[in-house]
């Protein structure tokens, strides 16, 4: 098997730590988590100032130009300046939609959406991008499905996230897709960053304030994701919490964008894909092992969650890892 290429489209002045993400994620060898691994390859431009550079002045080689684009698996557009958003590179433009056609996968960091949106791929499809940027975005373009909460949408074969932080969140999210939970969770403990967060943008367009008790909930959360296999129930959370039941889902909320059975729902789903993934056990004792209490729970959730059932995510992910570890041909 051939390495997944992942084609990252830089210009000029694109912010540097949205550029590191994905080079941090698909750029350095992990193929002892999935063999084969991907492979990032730099696409731009040369100007008469030589090519595209950070803002910070660090010079970005880009041994691609945008016409390698669709050639690649995963197409990623970069989050670019104000000037590239106001006025994309016809030659970008012109690549991603030929990479579109060809059925890649096509990804935007941050405000990389403008370049989707200008290319037309986005009309009629759920997008977002950073927050600072949604009144101008949705005016710019009406066709979008705009929507300024999420810190990515996954509508298939386009995927868009928000700014800066986001891109950690969907980057993981596509390793997730592409090779499980368990390897998405690896990546995540060796950058040192939370294998997935909860909620959405909303909680950072402003500060919290500090009647959300945050340390209180980073204590509550941790001590609940320990004990998914139990009963949990969200009175037992607001007494772990000092609150009361209906003050501790008010700011739930405000502190995660969801509820807190919701919440459990979502990791115990999780825990389950993991099992799923590493373990032989069978159905039924994944579900008791993430707090489902039967296989027909179990089976009930998972698929309202992943749209599939647990064999079937089960059969996908030892397949895959199977041919991961069968020999190379040439």
């Known amino acids: 098997m051939r390495p997944h290429i992942v084609a990252l489209a830089v210009t000029d002045a694109t912010p540097t730590f949205e550029l590191a993400v994905p080079c941090e994620v698909f750029g350095i060898d992990r193929s002892d988590l999935a063999?084969?691994?991907y492979q990032v390859r730099l696409c731009g431009e040369s100007g008469p100032d030589g090519g595209?550079?950070?803002?910070?002045?660090?010079?970005i080689p880009t041994p691609?130009?945008?016409?390698?684009?669709p050639a690649a698996d995963t197409v990623i557009v970069a989050a670019c300046a104000r000037p590239v958003q106001l006025a994309p590179p016809a030659a970008l433009l012109a690549a991603v939609r030929a990479a579109h056609d060809r059925g890649r996968r096509i990804v935007s960091i941050?405000?990389?959406?403008?370049?989707?949106?200008?290319a037309g791929l986005?009309?009629?499809r759920r997008a977002t991008t950073h927050w600072m940027n949604a009144v101008d975005f949705a005016h710019r373009f009406p066709a979008v499905d705009f929507t300024p909460s999420p810190l990515y949408t996954d509508d298939g074969d386009i995927?868009?996230?928000?700014?800066t932080g986001a891109a950690v969140d969907m980057c993981l999210h596509l390793v997730r897709r592409d090779h499980g939970a368990a390897v998405a969770?690896?990546?995540a403990r060796r950058m040192v960053v939370p294998p997935h967060r909860e909620g959405g943008q909303s909680q950072y367009t402003r500060p919290v304030p500090r009647a959300v008790h945050g340390d209180e909930f980073a204590a509550v959360l941790q001590w609940a994701q320990e004990r998914l296999h139990e009963p949990l129930t969200v009175p037992e959370l607001a007494r772990r919490a000092g609150?009361?039941?209906r003050t501790f889902a008010r700011r739930f909320r405000e502190r995660l964008g969801t509820t807190p059975l919701q919440w459990l729902l979502q990791q115990r789903v999780r825990l389950a894909q993991e099992l799923l993934e590493t373990t032989d056990e069978p159905v039924e004792r994944v579900a008791h092992a993430a707090g489902f209490g039967s296989a027909a729970n179990l089976r009930h959730h998972f698929a309202r969650v992943t749209t599939i059932s647990p064999q079937t995510y089960r059969h996908v992910f030892r397949r895959r890892a199977a041919a991961q570890l069968s020999p190379r041909t040439s």
């Not at 595209?52 to 010079?59: D, N, Y």
């Not at 995927?159 to 700014?163: F, N, Q, R």
């Open 35 to 37: 063999d084969p691994w």
């Open 122 to 124: 986005l009309d009629g």
């Open 52 to 59: 595209p550079r950070t803002p910070a002045g660090l010079a």
């Open 159 to 163: 995927l868009t996230s928000a700014g």
């Open 185 to 187: 969770n690896e990546v």
């Open 64 to 69: 691609y130009g945008f016409d390698a684009l």
């Open 243 to 245: 609150l009361g039941e």
């Open 110 to 118: 941050c405000t990389g959406a403008y370049v989707l949106a200008a």
